[in-house]
């Protein structure tokens, strides 16, 4: 029997998602002045699939379309961004980006959070027995 729901587990592979998210756009920042340093992304296939342990397939119509592979990487889901570059140094990190990106990341991490929590103490709330 399952102590938790899957509403829960679903919750945790989201703020696991969400985390790895945040270290690759830090990583991003921090390196925004490292000659041809380029910058990462973290793909939601990637880390869904991760997730559900299944690799996708797709019905090809011509033998010119691409095959959904996934790359190898430390963390599942990072890849690297297509080949830009915003500096002349070959640095592709654009930073008023990763800010923006780094905002919407902390409001998805907030809504987690408080919707993790509200399912914690809902939790709390039958075991006290609705006191």
Known sequence: ?????????????????????QKVIS????????????????????????????????????????????RPSRMPGVINK???NYNENGNSVDLDKEMADMATNQIYYNALTERINGKFNTLQSVIRGGK
């Open 82 to 84: 297509p080949n830009v």
């Open 1 to 21: 029997m399952k102590l938790f729901s899957n509403t829960v587990s679903t919750l945790e592979h989201a703020l696991n998602y969400s985390s790895a998210k």
């Open 27 to 70: 990583q991003n920042i921090a390196n925004v002045d490292t000659p041809n340093y380029k910058a990462k992304d973290v793909s939601f296939k990637a880390v869904f699939q991760d997730v559900m342990g299944q690799s996708f397939q797709a019905h090809k119509s011509d033998l010119r379309h691409y095959d959904f592979t996934s």
